[in-house]
């Protein structure tokens, strides 16, 4: 019988089994790849600009932010809120400590405000005035230079 379109190993051929088992080789090794890139991509931490690691981070120009008034930034990877209340400049992570919920400012009553299960926090300190919250929102540093608000991050 005439195998002349099947190659001969022993010529240094590509083989139909030889064939196969490269082709499962690589099926394997492609499998454990696409398994393996997610779970280190999970396991390592990207890295962080040098914003996030330390130095000032540009929230806005004092002029623009009047009193009364707040706006929530990117401080690294996390949201920060900054207000401008009666006291001055003041900055917290806008991570709501009860479930994570991202707070916002509500103007109408001078409160920040989770609208997840309605707490509240003081803008003078962070404190909790109402709700479910059971810690304070941390609090961040701020600096003002020739009229620009600034987050320090570290």
Known sequence: MDQGHVSDPARGGFGRRRFLRWLLSFSVVSTAG??????????????????AAGGKVAVAKLAD???????VVA?????????????????????????GCIVAWDGGTGTI??????????PANGSVISGPPPAPL?????????GEIFLVAG
């Open 34 to 51: 696409m398994i393996v890139t997610p779970v280190l991509g999970f396991l390592v931490p990207p890295k962080t600009s040098g914003s």
């Open 65 to 71: 932010l009047p009193t009364g008034q707040a706006t």
């Open 75 to 99: 401080l690294g990877s996390k949201p920060a809120l900054v207000i401008n209340t009666d006291q001055g400049i003041r900055a917290y992570s806008a991570i709501c400590t009860h479930l």
């Open 113 to 122: 405000v989770c609208p997840c299960h309605d707490g509240r926090f003081s």
């Open 138 to 146: 941390p609090a961040l540093a701020t600096t003002v230079e020739d």
